[in-house]
């Protein structure tokens, strides 16, 4: 798919809106959807937006962005700071990466303070709601933009 960005969010996002809303908002998954569509079809980009509950689906989708994406954003969710199997399949993807998080995780539970998967990225925006999935957009163009430039 050519100026594709997947957008790969991991466990228990497919509850936003419903789930801790005073942590992660009142925005649902489809919202989030229609913000990165609007946002990439006006930077000239389209968004294969998915999610999955499974480690080894999401996986496989960062392996298929290899050869299919123009840029990856990731939304691991609890994922980001257990799955050294995520990071792996990032680490050989050579399309740039942006990590996103509705919630700051460092003002978090301790535990949530570590992501695995930063190590991949070109940066992580975290702690914006909704916002970041737009933010990281406009990055991920950007950073792909610079690579074309050469």
Sequence with gaps: MANAIFVLNGPNLN???TREPEVYGTETLEDLHARCD??????????????SNTEGELVNWIQEARTDASGLIVNAG???HTSIAMLDALLACPVPIVEVH??????REPFRHRSYISQAAKGVICGFGGLGYEL???A???AISRAKAG
């Design 136 to 138: 990281a957009i406009e």
């Design 140 to 142: 991920l163009v950007a």
């Design 102 to 107: 509705l919630s700051n995780i460092f003002t």
């Design 78 to 80: 609890a994922f980001t």
């Design 15 to 17: 509850l936003l809106g």
């Design 38 to 51: 609007r946002k990439a079809h006006a930077l000239g980009f389209v968004v294969d937006f998915r999610q």
